[in-house]
Structure formats: C-alpha cells, structure tokens
C-alpha cells in the first residue's frame, strides 16, 4: 500500500527536525535552570545557562547533563552520585546538588507546576534551617518529600477514582463502566510502575556503599576523613523514604487485585445471564418442538381424505387427549433432558460420591487401627 502525499510530507518534516536538532552546536545547547546559595537563597530564577559552562563549573560530564535535560524523555528515576555534586532525576523534579548549592533544571512544558512551587518553599525553608543534617542532605530530604508528596497524592485521587467506579459496578453493569474502568485500570499500571521505578532507584543508591560515601560533599570540602561504610545518617534517610515508597506500590498492587477481581467477577456474571438466556431459548425451542408434534395430528386428520373416524362419537376427545399426551411428554423429557446437561459437577463421577461424606486420609486409616 503506497504513501500519500500528506503522510510523505508529514515524515520528511519530522525527519528535517531531528536532523536540524542533532546539527545543533553544542556550544548554542541552552538549559534553564534555578539556582539556590548556601543560605537557601534563590539566586537566579529561570536562567539560561550553556551546557559546556555547566560542566566546566562543576565538573561534570556531558553525559550526566544529559540525564538531567528536561527537553529529553527520562522515564527511569536515577540519583547519581559524582564528585562535587548529586544528580537527581525522579519525577518531576531534576536537580544538581551540591555541597554550598542547588540548582533546579526546569522541565520544559511540565504539568507539575504546582507542585514544584510547593517543592521551591519547601526546599528554601529547609536550606535555612541549620543544624541537624549536612546542607546536601537537607536538599535531598525535601526533593524525597516532594516526590513522596506527589506519588501519595496521585495514589489518594487513584483510590478515590477507582473506589468509586467499583461501587457503581456493585449495582449496575454496563459498557461505559467498564471502558472507564479499562482506562483507570491502564492508568493504575502506569503509576505502579513509577512508583516501582523510584523504589528501585532508592534502594539501588542503598544498596552502593560507594555512592553513600560519595554523597557526603561537605565533608569532602572540608577534606574531612570518612570510612567508606561511615554513612548511616544517610542511610537511614533513604530507608525511610523507601518503606514509604514501599507502601504506596504495596498499596496500588492491593488496588490493582480488586480491579481484577472485580472484573473476573463481572465476567463470571455476564457469562451465568448468557447461560441463562441461552436455557431460556432452548426451553422456548423444546416447547414450541412439543407444540409441533402435537400438532402434527391435527394435520393428518386436517387432511380431505376419509378415515371414518368422523363416525365415532368419541374420536375427535381421544384423539386430542392423545396428542396432548404426547406433546407434553416430548416437552418434559427434553427439558428434563436440558436440566441434566446443564448440571455440572467438579468431577464426572461426582453422582456416585454424592451420599459418601468426605474423610481426610489419616482419619480413615485412624479408624481401622484403632479398633
């Protein structure tokens, strides 16, 4: 089947693009970005910063700037650890932390603005408060509970949703219902598979000594000596967000068992109301079947020939009663014969265990022994 001329157009339009974009210099490749001090303080908001300044500045590879590119789909959550810095890429947020700053990467066309904003106070308040945490585990702390934050209140609007649909389908089934819930069901998958994404990307960071170690930037500006399994104030921050992250994905799986739950019941249903209707109209066949036969006498004596019969005076009752007989007999034995094809039993031999209780083995051999 040939390309029209539309569909030709469309493609090399497309193809111009991304050849344009992967032309582009890497001098002229530009990232917005916000930055905070060491005091919690926004410096620059919404700054177009160079790529290769960027990696000069803080002694980054190019690569790594790639994971954090807002222009360029990341579905995987990773938190990277390099020399002077803290990568973070999970969810909406995409950030650069260092021992003295932060810079936020902003996301090109990103729905999540609300929620960033929340995650802009929270960070700056956070950043302010001294004592207690290093500098870069405080900003962590609040880009964990951003992303907590968000996850938990996808999980609640899902519950809701979903609830509610599987309450309707409690008292009235219908077709709309369940392409809502197909859809809903689709949406669930993709939240469960974020929310696994991100656990799984905590506990990879857990799981590298290395990376706990290398996350302690103050003291690697303050040249201060640390053993490279000393990290436990760290890993007690990540686990608690990770039994957190833990329990919304044990949470969407439990509500992903009653989706389909409920739609294996709903099916099971239909499929009993489609049984029924099919008894239903072999029951209406096996009696208009019954009618037929009777009837076929009323059509051989309908007939213009003579039997002299129309002489006794007791033929026309007989002959009726007969036929009246008969149809209900073919009736009841077809419907008896219908009620026995649709008895269905969990073994073929069931008819014959059916007044034979049930005994566990070892009671049965029990009892001989005991006498």
Not at 240 to 263: D, L, P, R
Not at 301 to 325: C, D, K, Q, R, W
């Amino acid at each position: 089947m040939g390309i029209s001329d539309g569909e030709e157009a469309v493609r090399t339009a497309i193809l111009d693009k991304v050849l344009r974009n992967g032309r582009q210099p890497p001098s002229e490749l530009m990232l917005r970005c916000t930055i905070l001090d060491s005091e919690g303080v926004v410096k620059t908001i919404s700054g177009q910063f160079k790529k290769p300044d960027l990696c000069i500045e803080h002694r980054l590879n190019p690569r790594d700037l790639r994971k954090i590119d807002s222009r360029i789909p990341n579905l995987v959550p990773t938190i990277l650890a390099r020399k002077e810095a803290i990568l973070v890429n999970v969810l909406h947020i995409r950030a650069l932390v260092k021992a003295d700053a932060v810079i936020l990467f902003d996301t090109y066309g990103s729905p999540d603005t609300r929620l960033q904003s929340m995650f802009l106070y929270h960070l700056e308040h956070n950043l302010k408060t001294k004592g207690g945490l290093p500098y870069e585990f405080r900003a962590l702390e609040s880009i964990l509970v951003s992303v907590l934050s968000a996850l938990e209140a996808e999980m609640v609007f899902l519950r809701n949703l979903i609830g509610g649909l599987l309450a309707e389908l409690e008292d009235d089934i219908d077709r709309d219902k369940f392409k809502r819930l197909l859809h809903y069901s689709r949406r669930l998958g993709a939240f469960q598979n974020r929310a696994k994404l991100v656990q799984e990307s905590i506990e990879e960071v857990l799981e590298q000594d290395e990376d706990l170690a290398a996350m302690y930037l103050s003291d690697k500006k303050a040249e201060k000596a640390r053993a490279m399994n000393d990290h436990e104030e760290l890993e007690v921050l990540l686990e608690s967000f990770a039994k957190q992250v833990e329990e919304i994905v044990n949470e969407a799986e439990t509500i992903s068992g009653n989706v389909q739950s409920t739609q294996e019941i709903v099916e099971l249903i239909l499929d009993a109301n489609r049984n029924a209707l099919l008894a239903l109209d072999l029951k209406v066949s096996i009696g208009t079947m019954g009618i037929g036969i009777g009837a076929l006498a009323a059509g051989l004596f309908g007939m213009n020939l003579t039997s002299h019969l129309e002489e006794v005076p007791y033929a026309f009752a007989s002959i009726s009663a007969a036929a009246l007989l008969v149809s209900t007999i073919v009736t009841w034995g077809g419907l008896r014969r219908l009620a026995k094809i649709r008895k269905v039993a969990l073994s073929t031999n069931g008819s014959r265990n059916k007044s034979r209780p049930w005994i566990s083995l070892p009671l049965r051999r029990r009892g001989p022994e005991s006498e």
